[in-house]
């Protein structure tokens, strides 16, 4: 097969079939396909796009690039959430220990932060004891006894996605829908997900700004699922505002387990419980998003998530006497405030620069090879639509020593927009997709 | 300066300024950027294309990465001609003598056959004896003495365009205008060509089939050469059938010699008048066109076109007795004949059919590394246009002991179409652009 016709017909909108997209990635893990000629054609890609069929088989060349998680011997429909990333977003901790003592299966396979974005395996990092390497084995059996993992990815664990990635971020070929798609599905569909709920965060915080980008993006999430044999939905979810009250890793695991006291920002627990919802009946839990919903907040409400929680920790080597006892969490030295600048409404949040002020504290890595301090963070008392008083505190630093102090107060003086205007308080999920309506 | 950024500036259709091309193109070729990166970049040219002030820079900087042929010494206005290549096009070798009869100097670094086009050096080969090696010195001297040169490329002879052109090849980037009009230019211009006349084929037999993607590139090369500070003017002309009678190396050195005796088909000669009358006209050696072609048509008819030929080719160690004895040039051991199957009018031919005809007799290179047979080749007798008896000769193959002689035949079957309608013969030029007008 010639490459360069290949990343012709692409170049000028047609469409790959199944050998032809098979001999480019395969070629290009074994060295047979050139780097360059891979970058061609992704940036042809970014260009044409792909049909959601030609993207659902390239997700499928790439799942089958490594390591598949064979979950067959699990019972019930394992079901899964993924988020494109957001700022505060430690939904995942929460969701999985509910939906399993809900009765369903999650097989959590989860990434580290970059960028603004926080990253879930760095949040259970902040748990003392935590193990996120389980063996295949090992997470196979937890699952069947606890209904809920999360693990990190192998070096064996969709290498394609991994290549691929790699030369998407040099390339600037990283914002290509099909490609986003393909990258997440294939890693959904590896970890043994039979269905999905894919939480697409649209705002200033997220990676898709724009409602109009992030609808793309989920309508093709689903498309692509749906043609992979996946049960998925979409849920588009406000991020022009952090989620709940923490961003910093230690500072989230506080919010997380003041949800599982059904306590907590309601705002947190709610995205949690409507995603939930959504795995509940996708796995046959439930027969409506409003019984899922009773059934989760009853959960909530009644101890039993957080038991789970524990059980799912302590599985994992985690310790889960932080339940009881928060001091084990890890705690920044020093307080500083961040105070309302004058009198009046908060018109918007700029929630990219709030994940970097979070980020130059030490919390977050703006290269892979960057370490994080878990302690560090902030406190968010105030969201959009609410009145302030001159001096009033709108942000709590937690940071070590000052450092990145200065910085991070100046993110967030351009950050938080204050003005007259009323607001009304930003809805939390802005729309909703399935494969009836994508 | 980051590379991904200035991917993605031109990915959004951004005009890159003169320091971040200058980035990418050094950078490639001193390797702190890398080849995937490069190939990302020319595909966002394809789809994006370039300002011509932004190709007439990227042009700048190609043409500086290697030798610049300095003629500053060489009195005179420089002028040369450029043919983006077809079937038959024996052009430069009447023309760069013709205009150096009357007085121009054309400063002429020509290329090898690839594809279905022939190539001037590989026509040169023909002629026992010729150099195409000369040093640069070599060169200056020989424009000061005689008025024309026409040599092959060094590698120290725009390694950019080399290398760009190499990547392009296996990344399906070659068909950008941008892309073609600046691997063009920087070669032109770092042979020391100040005043150029582009001879854009049109047609099939030519890299531009249709008339409106030959218009593009035209008004880009006269664009962007004017860009660059060149006198620049372009002709579209006819590749909807080969150019003159012959096509093959050592053959359409016969029918040079027929040009230059004042004999040999109307179309190449009027070809060559027409464009040399562009180059007369740029080098301020004519008032007018029509001046030009006056002088150009006496030069011809009265032997000195000729005489200069022979001058030339001895400067270059070529034998200028092939003109006197042309039993000293290359001839086929076997002939055959290709007859009209019908009676009726040739409707069309499928010109680049018939280059790969004389390609696969041995007359052309597939891939580079490919020996050329300099004897065989094709004379066709008749054009687009032409009345035909059944059975009346329309091509003979020169051939050497059958090789290629079947596949020849039966692509020219397909490729010379008769039929009953009456068809006017082509029009030889097509459209004529300068500075004015592109």
């Given amino acids: 097969m010639n490459v360069p016709e290949l990343i012709r017909k692409k170049r000028e909108g047609g469409v790959l079939a199944e050998d032809e997209i098979r001999h480019l990635i395969t070629g290009f893990l074994s060295g047979s396909v050139e780097a360059y000629q891979i970058s061609a054609f992704l940036m042809a890609v970014f260009f044409r796009g792909m049909e959601p ?22 019972p019930g429909i394992k079901t899964d959430k993924h988020s494109t990333g957001g700022v505060g977003d430690k939904v995942s901790l929460v969701l999985a220990p509910l939906v399993a003592a809900a009765g369903a299966v999650d097989p959590m396979v989860s990434g580290r932060a970059l960028g603004h974005t926080g990253g879930t395996l760095d949040k259970l990092d902040s748990i003392p004891g935590y193990r996120w390497d389980l063996t295949e084995e090992q997470f196979r059996r937890q699952l069947e006894k606890v209904g809920c993992a999360i693990i990190g990815q192998t070096d064996d664990f969709v290498p394609a996605d991994k290549r691929l990635y790699a030369m998407r971020d040099v390339t600037a070929t990283v914002e290509s829908i099909p490609l986003i798609c393909a990258s997440i599905l294939s890693k959904k569909a590896a970890s043994g997900a039979e269905a999905l709920v894919m ?20 309508r093709q999430l689903v498309s692509i699922g749906t043609e992979l044999g996946m049960k998925v939905s979409a849920l588009l979810t406000q991020m022009n505002q952090p989620l709940g009250t923490t961003v910093g890793n230690a500072l989230e695991i506080h919010e997380v387990l003041d949800v599982l006291e059904g306590k907590g920002p309601a705002d947190t627990r709610d995205v949690t419980v409507e995603l939930g919802a959504e795995m509940l009946v996708h796995a046959n839990l439930a027969a409506s998003h409003e019984e899922a919903r009773g059934k989760l907040n009853g959960l909530l409400d009644d101890g039993s998530a957080m038991a789970k929680f524990q059980e799912w920790v302590a599985a994992q080597k985690g310790d889960p006497r932080i339940v009881e006892n928060r001091a084990l969490l890890a705690d920044a030295p020093d307080r500083a405030g961040f ?43 105030l969201k959009v639509g609410a009145e302030v008083k001159a001096g009033e505190r709108l942000v709590t630093l937690h940071h070590r020593g000052g450092k990145g102090l200065e910085e991070a107060r100046k993110l967030l003086a351009e950050a938080i927009v204050i003005g007259e205007e009323p607001v009304k308080p930003l809805e939390l999920v802005i729309a909703r997709l399935d494969a009836t309506t994508a």
Same sequence: chains 1, 2.
């Fill in 53 to 74: 069929s030609e993207a659902a088989t390239l997700t499928r060349i790439m799942m089958k690039s490594g390591r598949i998680y064979d979950l067959s011997s699990v």
């Fill in 199 to 218: 939480d697409v965060k649209c705002g200033s915080g997220a990676f898709m700004a724009s409602e109009e980008d992030a609808l793309k993006l989920a």
């Fill in 339 to 381: 105070d309302a600048p004058r009198a009046g409404v908060i018109q918007s949040m700029n929630t990219r620069a709030i994940g970097v002020a979070c980020n130059v504290l030490g919390g977050g890595r703006v290269v892979s090879s960057d370490t994080i301090d878990h302690a560090v963070g902030l406190e968010v008392h």
